[in-house]
């Protein structure tokens, strides 16, 4: 009786041990199977590259993420994020467009809300003519509307200073503003990872999420003589409603920045965030945007 007890210990022994060996080899393939399945990072056009999940800030992706670059209209963000920050902002404060404003486009070529001399225009329209067709004009007015001085020289002076010291604020070391809109005189410059959490940023603000999503919006507007009429406005943002869960950012080009985007998309509860600057073209900034965003969900 005794032998037999002994005789099922050993058995038991013994199928532990082939049980616990086997558990091993599975787990290594499994193990295998799990890095064999790590998505392979993203080769992208653009000179530069930076994604990270906003949730967490934990960094996805990187290509010359620190390198310093012109920004185009990338950095009418900053320009929307001073203004947003104002203490008391009423966003139905009304702001008479100026013949300044209108001049300034002409003589710069530059991209334009439309905005019509006379007009009186809220800052919340202001901010739809700034982010959706990346109104130059509209970035003139905000910061005519709120620099600090008594000509709009000054103003506008005092305006790129509070871009530069919220840059300094928000530890953006690489960053740096010469102007409202991005058409700098040499001076104006950031990096994909500067750009991304500056966009970070800008989006904890309600207002910045509302008007960064939005693809195109008619605003009505008070004419000079007391009429009205409507401004329609559509995003230069190709990313919204051609990529699923896409919730923004900005566009930017120019003849040093070539073709910019800080794009941005939520996805099950996760957001990514992220920038391209130097594409060569407007599909290559898209199309790098989506293959980062892709890599961004996977990781």
Known sequence: MNIGIKGIRRVSATATVALTAGAVIAGG????????????????????????????????????????????????????????????????????????????????????????????????????????????????????KFGSGSTRAARVKSFIGKMNSTAKTLGLKNTHFDSFDGIGNGSNYSTPRDLTKLASSAMKYSTFRTVVKTKSTKQKVTTKSGGYRYMSWTNTNKLLGTYSGAIGVKTGSGPAAKYCLVFAATRSGKTVIGTVLTATSESTRTADAKKLMDYGFKK
Do not use: E, H, W
């Not at 008479?96 to 003589?107: C, M, R």
């Not at 809300?113 to 982010?131: C, E, H, N, P, S």
């Open 29 to 144: 393939a499994f193990a295998s199977q799990a890095q064999a399945a790590a998505p392979k990072p993203p080769t992208i056009v653009a000179k530069g590259g930076f994604v990270m999940n906003n949730g967490t800030g934990k960094t996805l992706f990187t290509k010359a993420a620190d390198t310093r670059r012109s920004t185009g209209s990338t950095t009418k963000i900053m320009t929307a994020r001073v203004v947003l920050a104002q203490k008391g902002l009423n966003l139905n404060s009304k702001v008479t467009v100026q013949k300044a404003y209108s001049d300034y486009i002409v003589s710069k070529g530059a991209s334009s809300a439309r905005l019509i001399v006379g007009d009186k225009v809220t800052v919340g329209q202001l901010l739809y003519g700034l982010m959706l067709p990346s109104g130059c004009d509209a970035a003139y007015a905000l910061a005519d």
